[in-house]
């Protein structure tokens, strides 16, 4: 989608979503879910492509289907939420969630060793935010850099009107993971999404028997500055947003740094995936994270910008017959 359009869309949709009524608008977002599950799309290829692995090859495709169709309902279920989440009460936010292990966060935030929470692509985080900010803790986070940057100002302003502080990934004005350093070693909270690779300098894991490339920074941070680091699962249950904040999972032991974090992040994934296992519809995974499936897509990328190249040089001449 050209970055002007994709732009435009999200502007309307904010703007639609906080004035229509709420059951119209749901209605809506689970139609485009469902339209993306019946023409599979790209999107729910993807998510099909990652749910296997948590299936099994044993699972036959009607299985996966229809996991997918659940798992394309709750990833716009998020992206509603997400747009309507500043227009919603205090009240409702807080009323409406489940939560387990809030005590243990809390604990790390009393004794002043500040937490890193990590969780993977599930349920809403966005509510998970706003809904920690209105218990009366502060979060600090960080915002992958999108295009363009007008978007990716909307994503951040959004996110600040919840309570949070918004870090770039990429391109500050001050050293992002300095400023999280900071944040911890104060006693604060700090909230990561860890299940993915995005800036390619992740550590190689384990998932579901296959290896895939996660963040460094949740294993780093708790391992620098003595922070806890907190696992936290989400997930829907009818109306109800759920989040369970698991027992914290210790610095790994090792005889060089990376062998420590590189112990640690296997820990956390390992945390993550049985969360996944138990609520695999609410895992909002569309992108390819397993190596195998990433080295895949490269090499298809490759050929067709190698077929395009050919082309154009063919139509210019660029080539002796």
Known sequence: MDERVAAAAYAAAWAAVGRAPENAGRAVFRRLADRSWRTHDEGTRGLERNLRRLVGPNATDAQLRALSRAGMRSYMRYFYEMFRLSAMPPERILGDTRA?????LEKAIADGRGAVVALPHMGNWDHAGAWITLRGIPLTTVAQRVRPESLYRRFTAHRESLGMEVLPLTGGAASTVGTLARRLRDGGLVCLLAD????GTGVEVEL???????????????????????PVSLWYDGPHWCIRIHDEVPVAGGATRSERIRGTSQDLIRVFEGAIAEHPEDWHMLQPIFLSDVEEDRARRSRRE????????DRTGGRAG
């Not at 387990?100 to 243990?104: A, I, L, P, S």
């Not at 993915?196 to 800036?199: E, F, G, Q, S, W």
């Not at 077929?307 to 154009?312: D, H, N, P, S, V």
Request: proline share 5%; charged share 20%; hydrophobic share 50%.
């Open 196 to 199: 993915r690779d995005i800036n």
């Open 306 to 313: 190698e077929a395009a190249l050919l082309e154009a040089l």
């Open 100 to 104: 387990t292990g809030v005590e243990t």
């Open 208 to 230: 579901f028997g296959e290896a895939v490339r996660v963040p460094t920074g949740p294993a780093a941070l708790a391992m620098n500055t003595g922070a806890a680091l907190l």
